[in-house]
């Protein structure tokens, strides 16, 4: 059985990852492989170059709404919509080890994270500087890497402190409470 190559817009440890993978579990797909490849323009493009059988990503939240980037990409290429479904999205405030909160200036992540945990940010995080990032899960990789400043946190799933060696703040950030996200599987 031909192994099939899923390419989806995150890094390791996203929720496009995680929507992938149970994408697979519900549809019975045993033999797949993932490819991280942080845009949905990448992913269509490498659909469109037959590099990839099909491309999971993002579409709608039930909180953050239309996800711009998908609707942007998605305006510059021609494919079929195998499915619609839904995950449930949980995010996590992620520092370096030994941050304390005061040491916090700055919060990084994809806007439709920033969105989602909107409120949550102006409540508890008047003074800090918000800035937009690829994705969640690159962002927890970058902190991790020193690409982000130390005085800097991100919003992104739980799965991603134990991947890049980071530490939940806070868990369940997110404004509302049952929090999902519609993704898109396409193949070509």
């Not at 030994?98 to 040491?103: N, P, R, W």
């Not at 703040?169 to 509302?176: A, W, Y």
Request: include cysteine; proline fraction near 2%.
């Amino acid at each position: 059985m031909k192994k099939i190559k899923i390419g989806v817009s995150g890094d390791v440890g996203s929720f496009s990852e995680q929507a992938t993978n149970e994408y697979a579990r519900k549809n019975g797909i045993k033999n797949y492989e993932i490819k991280c490849l942080i845009s949905v323009e990448k992913v269509l493009t490498e659909l469109d170059k037959k590099k990839i059988d099909l491309g999971i990503f993002p579409i709608e939240n039930s909180n953050g709404g239309i996800v711009i980037e998908s609707v942007n990409a998605i305006s510059k290429h021609i494919f079929k919509i195998k499915n619609i479904f839904e995950i449930p999205v949980i995010h996590c405030l992620l520092t370096k080890p030994g941050i304390e909160k005061e040491d916090i200036k700055n919060i990084a992540s994809h806007d439709q994270a920033l969105k989602q945990c909107k409120m949550y940010l102006k409540r508890k995080w008047t003074e800090t500087q918000l800035q937009e990032t690829k994705d969640t899960a690159k962002s927890a990789k970058d902190l991790s890497e020193g690409k982000l400043s130390e005085d800097t946190a991100v919003l992104a799933p739980e799965s991603c402190a134990t991947l890049y060696g980071l530490i939940v703040m806070e868990k369940g950030i997110q404004d509302l409470k049952f929090n999902f996200t519609n993704f898109l599987a396409v193949e070509k």
